[in-house]
């Protein structure tokens, strides 16, 4: 890592506005929305209280699945971000997985106000299905999309590098691979300058 990897971010200072279990209770999309996306327990939470400097906007936990509704914040500059209950296990009934992955699916699809996607991988095991599959979809789309390889400060660096490498040359034009990590702040300047350009360009 250079001093450079760790330049100070202008946070994405936001608030918390609504929750929804389901598309018609998603508020009004009338303001552009970056959604964030993830493997439960790849840090999709921390990875949002990092870039927008605040230590407890998302709920963090240890226990994958804890984020169970679809979850609106309101960024100070203008827009909102947008934290999707996250794929894989969660400790809840079928049912309720099931109903999850409806309301993902569903706002992914049918949200006309969604300008790019924040897709948070485990940098020790990317390109999961989800993460492909999820890859593929922003591409049929033409969404932009930042694909922060979270947790990079457990690799050493030749293994980060490396990782890149890999991941750079299975992804198309519109995604933007990165080096991450929310506990040390690496690559966070870089995404929050990303996001923020999405926001700022989908403004009236």
Same mark, same amino acid.
């Given at each position: 890592?250079?001093?450079?990897? #760790?330049?100070? &971010?202008? /946070?994405?200072?936001?608030?918390?506005?609504?929750?929804? *279990?389901?598309?018609?209770?998603?508020?009004? *999309?009338?303001?552009?929305?970056?959604? #964030?996306?993830?493997?439960?327990?790849?840090?999709?939470?921390?990875?949002?209280?990092?870039?927008?400097?605040?230590?407890?906007?998302?709920?963090?936990?240890?226990? /994958?699945?804890?984020?169970?509704?679809?979850? #609106?914040?309101?960024?100070? *500059?203008? +827009?909102?971000?947008?934290?999707?209950?996250?794929?894989?296990y969660a400790n809840a009934p079928k049912a309720r997985r099931h109903a999850w992955g409806r309301a993902?699916?569903?706002?992914?699809?049918?949200?006309?106000?969604?300008? +790019?996607?924040?897709?948070?991988?485990?940098?020790?095991?990317?390109?999961? /299905?989800?993460? &492909?599959?999820?890859?593929?979809?922003?591409?049929?789309? +033409?969404?932009?999309?930042?694909?922060?390889?979270?947790?990079?400060?457990?690799?050493?660096?030749?293994?980060?590098?490396?990782?890149?490498?890999?991941?750079?040359?299975?992804?198309?034009?519109?995604?933007?691979?990165? =080096? #991450?990590?929310?506990?040390?702040?690496?690559?966070?300047?870089?995404?929050?300058? =990303?996001?923020?350009?999405?926001?700022?360009?989908?403004?009236?």
């Amino acid at each position: 890592m250079t001093d450079s990897d #760790f330049r100070p &971010a202008a /946070p994405l200072t936001s608030s918390f506005l609504t929750s929804a *279990d389901r598309l018609q209770r998603c508020p009004v *999309d009338d303001v552009p929305e970056v959604c #964030f996306v993830g493997r439960s327990n790849a840090g999709k939470s921390s990875t949002l209280n990092r870039l927008t400097g605040s230590r407890s906007l998302a709920r963090v936990s240890k226990t /994958p699945g804890r984020t169970q509704l679809i979850n #609106f914040f309101t960024v100070v *500059d203008g +827009g909102r971000l947008v934290d999707l209950p996250g794929y894989g296990y969660a400790n809840a009934p079928k049912a309720r997985r099931h109903a999850w992955g409806r309301a993902i699916d569903d706002y992914l699809n049918r949200r006309a106000n969604l300008v +790019g996607i924040v897709l948070v991988m485990d940098a020790r095991r990317p390109l999961q /299905p989800f993460d &492909a599959h999820m890859i593929d979809w922003a591409g049929s789309r +033409g969404l932009p999309m930042l694909a922060l390889l979270n947790k990079a400060d457990k690799l050493k660096r030749g293994a980060r590098a490396q990782t890149l490498r890999d991941v750079q040359r299975q992804l198309g034009e519109n995604c933007h691979p990165m =080096l #991450f990590s929310a506990q040390t702040g690496l690559g966070a300047a870089d995404a929050a300058d =990303l996001v923020r350009s999405w926001l700022s360009t989908a403004q009236p």
